[in-house]
Each structure stands twice: as C-alpha cells, then as structure tokens.
C-alpha cells in the first residue's frame, strides 16, 4: 500500500446525508490536508490538520487526526449535489527517511451525492 | 482558481510535435509544481521549483523539459510525446516548500491528447 490511502474508493448518498471519508498512511506526518477536485479540474485545498491536532472544523467539514492509528477522516455534513466531487487526502511525509518532507497525495474517494 | 492559472487547457498533439505549457500564479508565492494526472492513478509529482530553482525531478522523462524564469511563471515544454503521456497536466504553488507553506494551490490543469 502507499502513503495516503482513501477509502472507500467511491461513495454515493443521498442529498442531505452525511458523507464520511478516510485516509490512512504510513510514515509520521507534519500535517495533512484535504483537498476537493471536481471532474477535469484542479485541486481546491480545503482543510489542513497538524499532527498535534485531533480535530478541526470548517463550515460543514470535520476532519479528524488519529496519530497512533495513522488515519484521518473528512466528514462533510448536510450533503449537497454541489459536493459531488474527488476528494484527496495529502500528507506532508518524507516518503523515506532519506528524502524531504514533501505533500503525497492519495488516489481519492469519488463522492456523488445524489439529488 | 483564478491565483493560478494554466493554458492552455486542451491540448492536441502529434508524436512529433513540440508545445509548450504554461502556468502563472498570482497569489506571490515561491514554490512552482507540475504534476500529472492519469486515469485512476494517484497524482504524480514531476518537477518542483523553489525560489526559481529545480528542487526535484521525480524520474521524469527528458522528453518533458521544465522552465522556471522566475517566481511567478512555470513552462512545461513537451517533445516526441508518446501515447501514454496523454493525461491532465496540473500545475501548483505554494508559499515555500518546507511546513505548512507547502500548502498547494492549484491551477485548472492541462487536458493533454497525444495522438
């Protein structure tokens, strides 16, 4: 497996659900973020958690930090059609203890919310 | 999206050919990625700048050639594409490169056809 894993790879929900997403990774992290990016587009940055951060809110998202479980979750709230897009979660990790911290981004979970 | 931007955002190309793409970020930030996006595969860092200087090369082919003139301006030049290279083609910057200033933000990406 690689560093920043999302799961589940796709999820679809009702218009008012609430969509919940994980990221797990392997190395010790500075911080992560999520970010959101809608079909053929670029990424949009949407929250950043440090490591010595359990949980942070912004609007409708929460986002959780579990440094011993090395996983974070993206709650989004009251769900909206316009949220239907590909989320990502990136770590700011040195992908070996040889290397830089650099941001290494996940493969994503496509969220569509239905009308 | 507009603190970054890319063109151009369709691109058709012979193997033979040679173009060039281009970002521009208006946000004063020092920090210049290219990444590339394939089909159901995580995102691939290429190149990175910092302060106009190439801070990384991720094993990239020669046949994709980066430019940094300086701060604000980030050119891919492409030549004797293949196939495979057919992707969407996203640019970002950030503050720095070290901590929370890697924090990244995103142009509305390159959509690249190498016939």
């Known amino acids: 497996s690689q560093q920043g894993e999302e799961d589940p790879q796709a999820l679809s929900i009702q218009e008012g659900e609430n969509a919940t997403m994980n990221c797990s990774y392997k190395?010790?992290?500075?911080?992560l973020q999520w970010y959101r990016q809608n079909s053929g587009r670029g990424l949009v940055h949407l929250i950043l958690?440090?490591?010595?951060?359990r949980e942070k809110h912004s609007g409708r998202l929460r986002v959780t930090l579990d440094t011993s479980k090395k996983s974070s979750s993206l709650l989004i709230t009251a769900s909206r059609a316009a949220d239907t897009a590909s989320y990502f979660c990136?770590?700011?990790?040195?992908?070996?203890?040889?290397?830089?911290?650099?941001?290494?981004f996940g493969s994503g979970t496509r969220l569509l919310v239905r009308p | 999206e507009t603190g970054v931007t890319q063109t151009p955002r369709h691109l058709v190309m012979g193997m033979t050919n040679k173009k060039s793409l281009k970002c521009e970020q208006h946000?004063?930030?020092?920090?210049m990625y290219w990444y590339k996006q394939s089909a159901k595969k995580p995102l691939e860092l290429m190149f990175v700048y910092n302060f106009k200087e190439q801070t990384e090369n991720n094993s990239v082919p020669s046949r994709f050639s980066p430019e940094c003139p300086n701060s604000s301006h980030l050119f891919l030049h492409l030549h004797t594409l293949q196939p495979e290279d057919s992707a969407l083609y996203l640019c970002a910057s950030s503050q720095t490169t070290t901590g929370v200033w890697r924090t990244q933000y995103f142009g509305p990406g390159t959509r690249l056809t190498v016939l």
């Open positions: 958690i440090r490591s010595n951060e």
């Open positions: 190395t010790s992290i500075n911080n």
């Open positions: 946000l004063g930030h020092n920090a």
């Open positions: 990136a770590t700011d990790a040195r992908p070996r203890m040889d290397s830089s911290y650099k941001l290494i």
